[in-house]
């Protein structure tokens, strides 16, 4: 069932760091949380409205949603909680590092502590209605029953705004996130190495692919694990190691940047799993001699997908040495996947849920997952 679309209008300002990269923040995870923007005004520098301070960065946008007025409140709360701002410390006008108010809901009316729709006095204010008749100037004030335009013309507020040349972007671009080295995990199945091998393809990256697939204990492991389960794990530590260290110290200058379908750690994840006590302390020894200065990811992103798709991806692929794969094996791992990402990559990981999305198939899914990604690194790199 298609859900209602409504148009809903915001006004954002800053006036405390870098003025600017907090708009352009606003905007990207407005983008990500609430829906498509449709337009975004130029940004006005503007006196402080109310109290003496530095003056502001304004703009307005335009945004698709699909959800309630209170529930875009919330979700404008939250985004400006993630970039510092505390909106209820102080009572009255205070200087902050980013303002979003919600201005319009299409033609909506709500009145209540929480939200008031339209916004209050937003037609006596400059700051506002200047932007917004830019993108919106038909848009009508349901209490005033008229247009931003006609608003905009019987204000007397019309001083104080100077236009700049900056210009606010709807939608970022993997290549601007400041990513470097981005490692893609997950299960067995996840789809680590489609994706990894599509981002390299579409955005002229460094394909670095975990080499197993002559590995001559993967079989035999799967047959008995038991036996196998030492002999598996110290050849791909060899591997890794040997692979691993060589690839990511080889700078390709034609390249973008470097993704990989596997991280190194992933060693230990599946030898705790696998290995007895006695063993798994010898390998993890031998694992931190060989990987003291290994270099470490900037972006670790772990594909999350429930049970019953990994299953069904692995039996869409048919490798004869995976038919023994069962449901426990495969929770296991995820759980210690989990388990690993608690303690380590703290600053770097990102947990995207892919078990309702085809990536291959469905190219909006592809760009829902570049998205997170760009806009995972964007945030941490500035």
């Known amino acids: 069932m298609k859900k209602n679309i409504h148009i809903a209008h915001l006004s954002l300002g800053s006036n405390l760091g870098n003025k600017a990269l907090m708009l352009q923040k606003a905007v990207y995870l407005l983008e990500d949380r609430l829906g498509s923007i449709t337009a975004i005004s130029p940004v006005y520098k503007t006196a402080a409205w109310g109290f003496d301070s530095e003056d502001f960065l304004?703009?307005?946008l335009s945004i698709e949603v699909s959800i309630t007025p209170l529930k875009v409140l919330d979700t404008i709360l939250e985004i400006e909680n993630s970039l510092g701002r505390k909106r209820y410390e102080q009572e009255g006008y205070a200087a902050r590092t980013i303002d979003i108010d919600l201005l319009l809901y299409g033609t909506e009316t709500h009145s209540e502590e929480r939200l008031q729709l339209p916004h209050p006095q937003m037609e006596k204010r400059a700051f506002v209605l200047v932007p917004l008749a830019q993108i919106a100037a038909n848009a009508i004030h349901p209490v005033l029953n008229t247009s931003v335009q006609s608003i905009l013309e019987a204000?007397?507020?019309?001083?104080?705004?100077?236009?700049?040349?900056i210009t606010l972007h709807k939608t970022l671009n993997l290549l601007d996130s400041g990513l470097t080295f981005i490692a893609i995990e997950g299960n067995i199945g996840a789809g680590k190495t489609t994706l990894s091998s599509m981002i390299s393809e579409d955005f002229n990256a460094k394909l670095i692919l975990e080499g197993f697939a002559d590995n001559p204990f993967?079989?035999?492991?799967?047959?008995d694990q038991a036996r196998y389960a030492f002999p598996l794990e110290m050849s791909f530590l060899a591997e890794r190691y040997q692979q691993y260290t060589e690839s990511t110290s080889q700078l390709d200058l034609f390249k973008n940047f470097m993704v990989s379908d596997y991280d190194i750690y992933k060693s230990l994840i599946f030898a705790q799993i696998t290995l007895g006590k006695e063993e798994y302390a010898l390998y993890r020894k031998l694992f931190g001699f060989m990987y003291k200065d290994a270099k470490v990811p900037d972006a670790y992103i772990y594909l999350y997908q429930n049970t019953e798709r990994l299953l069904d991806n692995i039996a869409k692929r048919g490798r004869d040495y995976e038919k023994t794969i069962d449901a426990e094996y495969l929770e296991k791992i995820n759980q210690g996947y989990l388990d690993f990402i608690k303690t380590h990559h703290q600053n770097q990981q990102l947990i995207i849920d892919v078990s309702d999305r085809d990536f291959v198939s469905n190219p909006e899914d592809y760009q829902w997952i570049i998205k997170k990604i760009a806009l995972f690194g964007f945030l941490k790199s500035r």
């Open 58 to 60: 304004n703009c307005c």
């Open 155 to 165: 204000s007397e507020d019309l001083t104080g705004l100077e236009r700049t040349e």
């Open 218 to 223: 993967l079989p035999k492991f799967y047959e």
